[in-house]
Nanobody
Framework: QVQLQESGPGLVKPSQTLSLTCTVS??????????WSWIRQPPGKGLEWMGV??????????YHSPSLKSRTSISRDNAKKTAFLQMNSLTPEDTAVYYC????????????????????????WGRGTQVTVSA
């Protein structure tokens, strides 16, 4: 059984950099057919897909949402089965619950269908971690 657990600082000041961790158990993050996404949900708003990473045939791929690409970076530590999200230049509008999710399904258009992919029947999500950006 795949389990994911997000962790982060909770409160971040504007203009600072956010660093989040997603710890994975039950499967290797390098496993074929598994992709790993970051998704967030601001208060009172819908889910926003942020980015994805995965291995295919031993090659590493990572894609970021076009609207966040200039501020976000997804990385991983394969040995520690951990995925990371970094986002810089935070504003209060980045206040949200941040989730990591995995699914064994593929996605042809991550920027368009990332949320649909994450809602698939074989998807697994962490519980999310609240991030508040405030001075």
């Amino acid at each position: 059984q795949v389990q994911l657990q997000e962790s982060g600082p909770g409160l971040v000041k504007p203009s600072q950099t956010l660093s989040l961790t997603c710890t994975v158990s039950g499967v290797s993050i390098t496993a074929n057919y598994h992709a790993w996404s970051w998704i967030r949900q601001p208060p009172g708003k819908g889910l926003e897909w942020m980015g994805v990473m995965y291995y295919d045939g031993g090659r590493y791929y990572a894609y970021h949402s076009p609207s966040l690409k200039s501020r976000t970076s997804i990385s991983r530590d394969n040995a520690k089965k951990t995925a990371f999200l970094q986002m810089n230049s935070l504003t209060p509008e980045d206040t949200a619950v941040y989730y990591c999710a995995t699914n064994v399904a593929t996605c042809a258009r991550w920027g368009v269908d990332g949320i649909t992919w994450a809602a698939g029947p074989l998807a697994s999500w962490g519980r999310g971690t609240q991030v508040t950006v405030s001075a």
